[in-house]
């Protein structure tokens, strides 16, 4: 069953924001059984999306939309659609209801506001519980088209909560079974050395996808239809032996996930000790609800003072051996479990650049130190040249170090 | 002058990538005079790719194409263009010298690699300086296709250094004006009909576009042609008069950003003290270059212990009014002063969601404290119910308002 993806906006077209709904539906789509074919940006122009909805629906059964129903002039979609589908707009109780309740909690309602719930005579309705913009599904000629606003949580409210489900009751395209590997200790070509022959030898239909993010590699194993799945544990079962204690966990689970439920699980508390990372491992940690249960805080000691003064790192180890070093990395860890009253800590200090690096201790160069309770492991990492990566890289290779000392 | 964007790679169809790259050449597009139509994201797919040149040579002048160039089997971008304008691969000697000097710092020449010297006998090949996929442009029919590389830095490096300069030459494309502004205290509704009439009597051939991110509102008037300058200086004194202190600056900088150049012209340093943000502020801004030119550090509270032990708010204040109040979030910000011995601090206290609200503080109830020197100033905002959408809110807003302390 093909997908397209359309993404409407000139603020995209100019480069002045990314479009990240795309990769997001994407995925959905295609752990849902439908195949994404092709994904668009195109301008807040009635004649270019009429255009572009013809040529697509040309190609695929449903089309996912997504951008252009703000209350500003500039958003035209609403009525676009409107015109392509040959129907009219009228006013609908239900969507100001819901809009209603959607903003009463932080604004009132103004009249471009309000004018939010005029919505496509001839269409399905779905109301968005968590913006004023409603979600318009059209059935024609057996195809499907969903316009959705282009607010990331609201698109993904939507998404999770109504149209997966109603694409998969209409369509009940072949499952797309899978499974999903944490693998530590490989690069992508490492991995891919390694497991040449497992590759090679997958029956027909069977893919392998390597999803490296920074600092971390996930495998995923798939293939379409249910009957198939005697098939999917044997190959398995042939994936673990091969690659061992190698496999961290095995499912389709974030770093940060996974350490929380191995944190809370054993009745652990964490806190951590960033340098480099400037706050990102507890930002990245706190992402997750519930993080309180296990998380009590930190110390980002950005400037050495800080490492002295709150974590008390002592000033001689910073003089003989420098901020980014074996240990001071030991002495914020160990600080951090004393200051913090925790049972387990990551610190790290190291060179996020692009500035700071020398010939000794280049750009990328972190020190990465992970306690629980008495044990303690410091390892030194060369990342690269760029500040984002390396702060991303950091964080979860941080994450993954503390996990392999509570296996 | 019309441009498109044609990403070429299965793995962002199943949304295992994000496409950051279509932004970043739309916006060197853009800022270059050129108008970008669309952007599309295809599969590795002999055909598709054929099919889509042709549809979007139907529509615009010059394709900017990434993606596809590796030296694996599933890279088929360079023999498929060969395809589409009748040519054939030739080697090319030069190419290999560049590939040679590209390598030799890292690794030694194989066979797959050796392979990228191949190149369309009937293009213009521009050498890939920091990679070893060469660029290929084809002239043809008056239009221009250029093929790169998808790795991002790879592609910006020719970008700027060969083929905007290029494309320049060749068109010359009116100049694209513009101006950005930061405003504060508006939502996007209230703000487009408070400036609705600017902007229904704005001069023909001008726009303006409302760029809402969460806790922040920024407004581009934009213009071509450098003749019209006059009229966009008029214009923007226009909005000026309408708009006044509500501008909290002109220019497209992030508030991180901006904050970090308010401090550092100051002479001024910053700590933070993050409960609900828990650390988010501290990342955002330490993902500024330079940033340890004025950011400190941060202590993480997210435990009350913490705020007790490390920042020393009162276990009275707690007791009292609980850790989401005023108190809580002034005793916090003016702790991170004395600990971390700033001039300046920003303390967030608040419910984040999904859980922990109550009637009386409901999920989004944030406090937000911010201190300069002896001045301080707490706030109560009320966000929304989304966890990742109040801990952004709640970040921007808390540079905000210190940013309206530095005016």
């Known amino acids: 069953m093909k997908a397209a993806i359309i993404t409407i ?3 995209i077209l100019i480069g002045q924001i990314v479009d990240t709904n795309s990769a997001w539906i994407a995925q959905k789509l295609t752990l849902a059984g439908f195949e994404v074919e092709e994904m668009q ?3 807040d122009d009635a004649q270019q999306i009429k255009v572009t909805i ?3 629906f040309s190609r695929v059964d449903v089309i996912l939309m997504t951008g252009g129903l703000g209350p500003t002039k500039d958003d035209i979609t609403k009525k676009t659609l409107c015109d392509y589908f040959a129907t009219t707009l009228v006013f609908d109780d239900t969507v100001l209801e819901n809009i209603q309740n959607v903003i009463s909690s932080f604004t009132t309602l103004n009249e471009l506001t309000r004018n939010q719930a ?3 005579k001839d269409c399905t309705v779905i109301q968005n519980r968590v913006g004023t913009a409603p979600v318009t599904w059209f059935d024609y000629i057996g195809k499907v088209l969903v316009s959705m606003p282009g607010v990331p949580h609201e698109m993904r409210y939507v998404m999770d909560n109504e149209i997966i489900p109603r694409l998969q009751a209409k369509y009940d395209p072949d ?4 499974r999903v590997f944490i693998v530590k200790g490989y690069t992508e070509s490492a991995l891919a050395m390694y497991i040449a022959d497992f590759e090679d030898n997958l029956p027909e239909g069977f893919g392998l996808a390597y999803l490296p993010s920074p600092g971390l590699m996930k495998l995923r194993l798939f293939v379409r239809g249910e009957h198939r799945l005697p098939e999917l544990d044997e190959q398995v079962r042939k994936l673990q032996n091969i690659l061992g204690d190698a496999i961290l966990a095995e499912k389709d689970i974030t770093a940060e996930k996974l350490l929380g439920e191995r944190l809370f699980e054993r009745g652990l508390s964490l806190g951590t000790a960033e340098s480099c990372t400037g706050g990102n491992i ?3 940690i706190t992402s997750i609800p519930g993080s309180s249960r296990y998380f009590k805080g930190s110390v980002i000691s950005y400037a050495n003072e800080e490492k002295v003064n709150i974590l008390r790192v002592s000033q001689d180890s910073l003089d003989r051996f420098g901020a980014v070093s074996e ?4 002495e914020m860890a160990r600080g951090a479990q004393d200051v913090l009253h925790v049972d387990c800590s990551i610190a790290t200090t190291g060179i996020a650049g692009p500035d700071g690096g020398t010939e000794e201790k280049p ?3 972190v020190w990465i130190c992970t306690t629980c309770k008495d044990r303690c492991v410091a390892k030194k990492y060369q990342l690269g040249r760029f500040r984002e990566a390396n702060i991303v890289r950091a964080t979860n290779i941080g994450m993954l170090q503390l996990l392999e000392m509570l296996e």
Do not use: C, M, N
């Open 118 to 120: 005029y919505v496509p």
């Open 9 to 11: 906006g000139d603020e």
């Open 282 to 284: 507890a930002h990245t």
């Open 41 to 43: 940006s195109i301008g």
């Open 363 to 365: 750009v990328g160069t």
């Open 175 to 178: 499952a797309y079974l899978k």
């Open 54 to 56: 013809d040529e697509v």
């Open 327 to 330: 240990a001071v990395a030991v």
